[in-house]
């Protein structure tokens, strides 16, 4: 099969960190793979106006149809996300675990799945399967065999979280809860949950460097009429965050994901955790919201990626102290990852976090190398064994078309006209294309 040409005018490079004009793509429809990358001449370009574009070639070129400027970007990346969820405005997390059923919670996955790609996203991190167990790994196959759209999914599968850690908290527990973390205690217990993680098939090990553990000291009401506690502490030590390992257990998690190749990503809250999380080498902090200059600090000598959820974050917590904090990770030179904890809220809509990091002032450039060759290197980097997140010789031929320009109109980053993911067109002029 021969390499066919897409057509562009206004592509981004996250390499470069700058809009390119007038770039054309050779992909091999064989491997999914961009094989040329060409800057076409003055001369060049001029021959193209008026032409007609035959297929399989790709026209990407300004104006779309619509008479707007049509942008180029490679495929998005969501570095945080959880395809079993849907958003908590609709039914709490608790609900969703306890009382939907497996079929259901994994119809629902496979229906975000598909609208993140038509929404641009070709790469999902899914952090966890909260109730699901290690149902992630067959969606992920399901979908790199072709069975069903989707982004391309790094998976985590259960969490990694000590004994009473990270777990379903009620007051009645005799008629079950559901299992949401695999446990263990000790360097022994943790380096097993490790290898039980990998032997699952999980791509990424997440692990809980903190939570809110202590929910039933002081519980909350969970059924209307359900009376209150009388006379509870305040709201912040009423359930704080705290430590579930030790710095010896967090050490000995990331060792054994090292020695099997693959990336740790520390959900890590308070800033005792995402010290202690950087300090043992973790790839990511996931959250990481307070501040702290100590916090930031240790990421930045470790060499952390920062992913700081916030589209999640907005639907808790007043957000001027957050998106400051942000501001200021990547003042220091931490670098920065889109994932916004998605399926709290609306797979589809995924598009928030990086309007928030817009609105935390960091430059639309490096907005959008966090939500592309950065998610790259959250899911791995070169451990992933493709490359994605950049539209460069050798990489997956994954991009997106704007209609619109970002850098005039942020909400074109919401106006998604074409997706390709590995070669293959998923959208075009707005319509999803070989989806029933």
């Known amino acids: 099969m021969s390499d066919f040409r897409i057509y562009t005018s206004i592509l981004f490079s996250p390499i470069e960190k700058q809009f390119l004009n007038d770039i054309t793509l050779s992909v091999s429809p064989k491997t999914g793979l961009i094989t040329k990358v060409h800057k076409r001449s003055a001369a060049e370009t001029?021959?193209?106006?008026?032409?007609?574009?035959?297929?399989?070639d790709i026209d990407l070129r300004s104006p779309g149809p619509n008479g707007k400027p049509r942008v180029i970007l490679p495929g998005l990346v969501d570095a945080h996300t959880h395809i079993f969820l849907h958003a908590y405005s609709d039914t709490p997390s608790l609900n969703q675990m306890r009382d939907e059923s497996p079929t259901e919670r994994t119809v629902r996955a496979v229906n975000h799945c598909r609208t993140a790609l038509l929404a641009g996203y070709t790469t999902y991190r899914d952090l966890g399967t909260e109730g699901?167990?290690?149902?992630?790994?067959?969606?992920?196959?399901?979908?790199?065999?072709?069975?069903?759209?989707?982004?391309?999914?790094?998976?985590?599968t259960e969490c990694v979280a000590s004994s009473g850690g990270y777990a379903v908290r009620l007051e009645n527990i005799t008629n079950g809860v559901p299992r949401i973390a695999d446990v263990?205690?000790?360097?022994?217990?943790?380096?097993?949950?490790?290898?039980?993680?990998?032997?699952?098939?999980?791509?990424?090990?997440?692990?809980?460097?903190?939570?809110?553990?202590?929910?039933?000291?002081?519980?909350?009401?969970?059924?209307?009429?359900?009376?209150?506690i009388q006379f509870p502490p305040k709201?912040?030590?009423?359930?704080?965050?705290?430590?579930?390992?030790?710095?010896?257990?967090?050490?000995?998690?990331?060792?054994?994901?090292?020695?099997?190749?693959?990336?740790?990503?520390?959900?890590?809250?308070?800033?005792?955790?995402?010290?202690?999380?950087?300090?043992?080498?973790?790839?990511?902090?996931?959250?990481?919201?307070e501040p702290s200059g100590a916090a930031l600090a240790a990421m930045k000598e470790a060499g952390c990626i920062f992913v700081p959820t916030l589209a999640v974050l907005e639907l808790f917590l007043p957000m001027e102290a957050i998106l400051a904090h942000t501001r200021k990770a990547w003042d220091m030179g931490i670098k920065l990852a889109c994932g916004g904890d998605t399926g709290a809220f609306d797979h589809g809509q995924n598009a928030r976090e990086i309007e928030l990091?817009?609105?935390?002032?960091?430059?639309?450039?490096?907005?959008?190398?966090?939500?592309?060759?950065?998610?790259?290197?959250?899911?791995?980097?070169?451990?992933?064994g493709?490359?994605?997140?950049?539209?460069?010789?050798g990489w997956a031929a994954d991009l997106v078309a704007l209609e619109g320009d970002p850098r005039e109109d942020t909400d074109s980053l919401r106006r998604v006209e074409f997706v390709m993911k590995d070669g293959r067109v998923w959208k075009k002029d707005g319509v999803a294309v070989g989806i029933a």
Request: aromatic letters at 6%.
């Open 357 to 384: 990091f817009i609105e935390a002032g960091i430059p639309l450039e490096e907005v959008l190398t966090a939500s592309t060759l950065h998610g790259w290197e959250t899911c791995g980097g070169e451990l992933c």
């Open 235 to 289: 709201s912040i030590d009423r359930n704080p965050n705290v430590p579930l390992f030790n710095q010896e257990e967090m050490d000995a998690i990331v060792r054994e994901a090292k020695l099997n190749s693959i990336p740790v990503a520390a959900h890590a809250q308070a800033a005792e955790a995402v010290i202690m999380a950087a300090k043992a080498g973790v790839t990511s902090i996931e959250h990481g919201f």
């Open 386 to 393: 493709r490359k994605f997140g950049c539209l460069e010789e």
């Open 46 to 56: 001029s021959s193209l106006d008026g032409a007609t574009i035959a297929s399989p």
């Open 132 to 156: 699901m167990l290690d149902h992630d790994i067959h969606i992920r196959n399901a979908i790199n065999r072709g069975i069903i759209p989707g982004p391309r999914l790094f998976v985590a």
């Open 184 to 228: 263990g205690d000790g360097v022994d217990g943790v380096r097993a949950a490790v290898r039980r993680r990998v032997g699952a098939g999980a791509d990424i090990v997440k692990f809980y460097a903190d939570y809110r553990k202590r929910q039933l000291r002081y519980p909350p009401s969970t059924w209307p009429g359900e009376p209150d």
